[in-house]
């Protein structure tokens, strides 16, 4: 509606005027932003176009945008973009020249500003630079950027793997997973080329499936790895041009080296070195698995697979019920054995385990499915939960 209406808002919220009185707190604020961004000094209606951090909204917040390009129309959301750290960002453009990926948010229009809101909540131990592209907009003029800096004390101390599963030991030809858990957040740019995993001393090629980002989990400290299925699935292409990443009876080392902490903090080399053994093509049955029920009211669960199940899976997917209401407690794996510590003490009466079918082995072998199954194979999998009764006296 042009400056003089905000400014109007504006000053009935500093005078305590009625209208703001009625407005939620939120509404008042954005006036408040609106019109410090929109109106500059309030002195006319030919504001600079403008990017800034809103550390009250948490938001990357672009004013004055004129015109009606709204986010939904082609090119408006690409306009605002956010990335993590400091971007080598080609001359004039928005685009990086390492090819780093934006950050995951929202663009949307608040008046006459563009908000940039991130998907997940900003990290206080990272750097942020937001960069506008007014072309984007059919606006005049070249791309400005604003940095949001960390907030927290930089620990560039070398970060340290905590644990790698399946842990060094004997693992099948067929194996399709490995987790690596670092003591703190790590930066997810460049994983790729620190991960290697080699024979004989040699790298094995196309080991592992490409994610220049890495596959991680909400708190960056956990870094998924898989096993190219194209090299693990007989007849397909990948397998028969280059063979199986892993061939049984060899020794096999995962090497990390060159990793970074988010702060900054660089890993030296971590190895951990495997036992390859045949493949496992039998389907892990929970219904086999071995239940020993607590003897107290204080004591754990526990449960012992048939085979190693895949840690990640086991702990989201067994569940423990009591009247058809979930228990809440702490799961643990431990090679083939899971246990489960209640929150509160267990009640006497009978509990149910409850197994998901999406629960795989080591080699991605669901109940009643293989992964590496036969595309002749017309058996249906399992699509419904295991259920192991049990009572607590």
Known sequence: RGCPTVISIWRRHRCGGSDVARMNASRARRAVLAAALLCG???DDAAELRLDFDAERAAFVAAPVRGENAPNEPGSVDALRVFVGEPDLAPGTCQPSDSQPPLLGTVHREGAALVFEPRAPWRNDLGYTACLDPGALGLEGEPRTAAR????NPDDAPPRVVSVWP?????????????????RPMRQRGVDRGVELLESGQPI???FVAIPEGLWDESSRRLTLFLHPGRIKRGVGPR?????????????TLRLAGLQSASGGVLSEHATTYQVVGDDRSSPDPLQWHITPPGDADEALALTFDERIDVALAQRLITVRYAGDPVVGTPQVAGRRWTFAPETPWLPGRYEIVVEPQIEDLAGNRPGSLFDRALTDEKPPVDAPSVLPFEVP
């Open 41 to 43: 000094s309030c002195a």
């Open 149 to 152: 800096e960390p907030t927290s």
């Open 167 to 183: 842990a060094s030991g004997p693992v099948p030809a067929n194996l399709l997973r490995l987790y690596v858990t670092f003591d």
């Open 205 to 207: 090629s196309d080991a």
């Open 240 to 252: 028969r041009a280059q063979g199986p990443a892993l061939r049984e009876n060899t020794e096999v």
